[in-house]
């Protein structure tokens, strides 16, 4: 059974860089047949899809439009784990934050409600 | 506002049928989107229902059925229970992957 354990602060000031990490038991982050996504939502923006990290011979990095240009997935294969980190955070990044694992996204973790506020 | 265009909400009376669509951004869905249907309760994370177009999990329902229907993705969910009502998401992998605005299904 696979479980995804997130954590991480749930308060972020504005302008810094928003970091959380999702430690995985029941499976490999490099296993080459999972993938490993962050999901955030809110009440304005709904569900939104952030990027995703995956192993195939090589490590691949794919982020969503809306924050490729602050987003940064990471694993880590020595603690079995991925984080996230958001840069130059504002408040509408305000949202709970999931992992989820695969295409078919049949696992998820808690959540994280992350409030960016001063 | 998603690009991913779904029904903002729905009723439905308990044992009856409905239809949840899915439409995508650039027209026709196809099979090439991998549409995933999802029920999210308050306070919890979405579950997935169903994977590329019509796989189900083996915890879904049988009653649940998802399908490609006049160019859109469908979910359709027969005799519908009580515990049905709920928020339903679809999912696009469309330049990654894009979520549907969600549809509320009210049981009434």
């Known amino acids: 059974q696979v479980q995804l354990q997130q954590s991480g602060p749930r308060l972020v000031k504005p302008s810094q860089t928003l970091s959380l990490t999702c430690a995985i038991s029941?499976?490999?982050?490099?296993?080459?047949?999972?993938?490993w996504n962050w999901i955030r939502q809110s009440p304005s923006r709904g569900l939104e899809w952030l990027g995703r990290?995956?192993?195939?011979?090589?490590?691949?990095?794919e982020y969503g439009s809306s924050v490729e240009s602050r987003i940064t997935i990471s694993p880590d294969t020595a603690k079995n784990q991925i984080s996230l980190q958001l840069s130059t955070v504002t408040p509408e990044d305000t949202a709970i934050y999931y992992c989820a694992r695969g295409t078919d996204f049949l696992y998820w973790g808690q959540g994280t409600q992350v409030t960016v506020s001063s | 506002q998603s690009v991913v265009t779904q029904e903002p909400s729905l009723t439905v009376s308990p044992g009856g049928t409905v239809t949840l669509t899915c439409s995508s951004p650039t027209g026709t869905v196809t099979p090439d989107f991998f549409p995933n249907w999802f029920q999210q309760v308050p306070g919890q994370a979405p579950m997935s229902l169903i994977y590329?177009?019509?796989i189900k999990h083996s915890w879904t329902p049988a009653r649940f059925s998802g399908s490609l229907l006049g160019g859109k993705a469908a979910l359709t969910v027969s005799n519908v229970q009580p515990e049905d009502e709920a928020d339903y998401y679809c999912?696009?992998?469309?330049?990654?992957?894009?979520f549907g605005g969600g549809t509320k299904l009210t049981v009434l």
């Open positions: 990290t995956y192993f195939r011979s090589k490590w691949i990095y």
């Open positions: 999912l696009l992998a469309y330049r990654g992957w894009v």
């Open positions: 029941g499976d490999s982050v490099s296993s080459t047949g999972a993938c």
């Open positions: 590329n177009t019509d």
